[in-house]
């Protein structure tokens, strides 16, 4: 599934990859009362009431601007060992023929941002052929947070089994394109990479400002729970509360220059601008893109 839209000069697809649900209780900090309260802003595109569940998109951005084709996060991908998320675990969707269809080419790609290197957004970076992983888009920059590459790595506090196994089948087959980045970093004249800490050591989001802006917040907000609640963690969290004070911070900026806050997986609309109102926030004007 494929949906376009318009940003000033760029243009903005989603290719959605798969929906899951999740138990509400990985929002630790978020008490049950809480999701019925915010059911007007809640209910139906992202909490199952009855199950207790919240919805998740995988879902790929691409962004066409100033010349270049640029891809921001890559999702699951197909044959992944995950033992750990037994959803995400060996998928198989059409992804690849629906980014075709889009009118895409993994050839034609210039760039691909992985806003940090959880298995749900490195997914895609590869693909296998004749059992051996290769770069699904063989002529594209793949720019990656230093900052996780080190955590992550095999040398790094947070690497385990799972992490080994994203890195085997996401990261290293594309070594050789590779470009890690820290600080900012300008991919062109409306875009810049800045760094958004706390989910992992490395999280970034991408700014794009082309004559109507966006923010593309990877996870920086899992679930629209916390807009109104930006202090509420979530269990996929390295710093909850640096995540916290970065989503704040984001989400200011945001609402001050009236930008687009473009999360990884929310379904529904997909993003919102939002309003500032006191330490909380409030969605206002979702993208003009179908509900899912």
Same mark, same amino acid.
């Given at each position: ?25 990985? !929002? ?7 999701? %019925? ?11 199952? &009431? ?140 409306? #875009? &810049?990479?800045?760094?958004? %800490? ?7 989001? #991408? ?12 996870? #920086? ?15 996929? /969290?390295? /710093? ?10 984001? !989400?200011?900026?945001?609402? &001050? ?27 206002? /004007?979702? #993208? ?5």
């Amino acid at each position: 599934m494929t949906d376009r839209i318009r940003l000033g000069e760029a243009t903005v697809t989603r290719v959605v990859e798969t929906q899951i649900e999740m138990r509400t209780s990985l !929002f630790a900090g978020t008490p049950a009362e809480a999701w %019925a309260a915010n059911a007007d802003l809640l209910e139906p595109d992202f909490w199952n &009431r009855d199950a207790e569940q919240w919805r998740i998109t995988m879902q790929i951005w691409v962004v066409e601007v100033d010349g270049l084709t640029v891809v921001i996060d890559t999702g699951v991908g197909n044959d992944r060992h995950r033992p750990h998320m037994p959803p995400l675990d060996h998928l198989s969707t059409n992804f690849l023929a629906d980014f075709l269809r889009a009118g895409f080419d993994p050839a034609g790609v210039d760039v691909v941002i992985n806003t940090h290197l959880h298995t749900d957004h490195v997914g895609w970076n590869t693909h296998l052929v004749d059992g051996a992983w290769v770069p699904t888009f063989p002529n594209a920059r793949y720019v990656m947070p230093e900052a996780d590459l080190r955590y992550f790595g095999p040398d790094g506090p947070g690497h385990n089994d799972a992490m080994a196994n994203v890195f085997a089948d996401s990261v290293i087959p594309v070594d050789a394109q590779i470009e890690p980045w820290a600080n900012d970093l300008a991919l062109s004249e409306s #875009l &810049r990479l800045r760094p958004a %800490a706390g989910h992992t050591p490395g999280s970034s989001v #991408l700014w794009l400002d082309a004559g109507k802006p966006a923010v593309f917040v990877g996870d #920086l907000t899992h679930c629209p729970i916390q807009i109104p609640r930006p202090d509420d963690p979530c269990a996929f /969290d390295v /710093d909850s509360a640096a995540a916290a004070a970065t989503r704040k911070r984001v !989400f200011t900026e945001a609402s &001050r220059s009236r930008a687009f806050v473009i999360p990884a997986h929310y379904p529904g609309h997909g993003g919102t601008t939002l309003v500032a109102r006191g330490d909380r926030f409030a969605a206002d /004007d979702w #993208l003009d893109l179908p509900r899912i």
